[in-house]
């Protein structure tokens, strides 16, 4: 029973360093976002994407690209680290939309950027 | 945006008693949901409840809605030391069934 899971768990980079994060789900589901949460922000939308082969932005995009060329998989990429991106990274997926939307969560990554 | 607020954004309780939290919203919600996160770890879903709902319960939970208000409140009965989380209400807006808009949470203590 994995559900969602993220690698890595913590990264430390350099500004300017880019990186991949991971988030694989084995429950098929069609829907899975990316979050940040920061102290005091709640969670915000970074993308998400309804399907295999679909990304959108979210509420802060930018700084920040995405793939889901799988279903089971939704890469998060910073292409050039800023210290504004230290944050704590979520990953969710949904079964679908539809009128419950019920989001299961990854246990995060804690990023910093020096 | 966030749209859901809660209230209390802090709240410390002797365990035993019930621990009343809420959430309010802007617009008009299909449904809204009650996660918790223990620290350091992922969200995890507790509750929903419908637009068209009034009252739902699960366990030691019980939520309720009011539409007319746009207002939603957790009520945590017989509290214990492992309900110490933070609690987000989330909305799922009419007509947008892709994205949930998450309040900024109530850190819950619950004292031995």
């Known amino acids: 029973n994995a559900g969602v899971t993220q690698t890595p768990k913590f990264r430390v980079l350099k500004t300017g360093q880019s990186m991949t994060l991971l988030c694989a789900q084995d429950m098929n589901h069609e829907y899975m976002y990316w979050y940040r949460q920061d102290p005091g922000m709640g969670l915000r939308l970074i993308h998400y994407s309804v399907g295999e082969g679909t990304t959108a932005k979210g509420e802060v995009p930018d700084g920040y690209n995405v793939s889901r060329l799988k279903k089971q998989n939704f890469l998060l990429g910073l292409e050039s680290a800023a210290p504004s991106q230290t944050s704590v990274y979520f990953c969710a997926s949904s079964p679908t939309g539809g009128d419950k939307n019920i989001q299961y969560f990854g246990a995060g990554t804690r990023l910093s950027v020096l | 945006s966030q749209q859901g607020e809660e209230d209390p954004q802090a709240l410390s309780i002797q365990e035993g008693e019930n621990a009343t939290m809420n959430c309010s919203y802007k617009?008009?919600?299909?449904?809204l949901q009650w996660y918790r996160q223990n620290s350091g770890r992922g969200l995890v879903h507790l509750i929903l409840i419908r637009s068209n709902e009034r009252e739902k319960h699960s366990g030691r939970l019980r939520v309720t809605l009011d539409t007319s208000k746009k207002s939603s409140s957790l009520l945590i009965t017989a509290s214990r030391a492992a309900d110490t989380a933070s609690y987000f209400c989330?909305?799922?807006?009419?007509?947008?069934?892709?994205?949930?808009?998450w309040g900024l949470g109530t850190s819950l203590a619950v004292n031995p």
């Open positions: 617009t008009s919600i299909n449904n």
């Open positions: 989330a909305t799922l807006n009419a007509g947008n069934n892709r994205k949930l808009i």
